[in-house]
């Protein structure tokens, strides 16, 4: 069964930091690019990063530029957003996503607070 799982949100204070991990299964995870994805309160998802499948090239969307940075490790077929000097503009439900021979795969979500 084709699979993502992330994990890793929560409360963070302005400045703060965390790390979100995408867990796959399922298939061959170090073929595919990995893409991180946000969506926050009544606005439409957007792309946050996106990390090819053997890691050499990386995208970030200009408002997460110099703040988080996309790594993956194909050994542990996890993807991983280190995400610091967190705004609350960036509380949002984050998913990673897939796509596999034409299908998107997306996990359930995780959700990333910042607040004080």
């Known amino acids: 069964q084709v699979q993502l799982v992330e994990s890793g949100g929560g409360l963070v204070q302005p400045g703060g930091s965390l790390r979100l991990s995408c867990a796959a299964s399922g298939f061959t995870f170090s073929a595919y690019p990995i893409t991180w994805y946000r969506q926050a309160p009544g606005k439409e998802r957007e792309l946050v990063a996106s990390?090819?499948?053997?890691?050499?090239?990386?995208n970030y969307a200009d408002s997460v530029k110099g703040r988080f940075t996309i790594s993956r490790d194909n050994a542990k077929n996890t993807v991983y957003l280190q995400m610091n000097s967190l705004k609350p503009e960036d509380t949002a439900v984050y998913y990673c996503?897939?796509?596999?021979?034409?299908?998107?795969?997306w996990g359930q979500g995780t959700l990333v607070t910042v607040s004080s």
């Open positions: 996503q897939a796509v596999i021979k034409i299908v998107e795969v």
């Open positions: 990390i090819s499948s053997a890691g050499g090239t990386t």
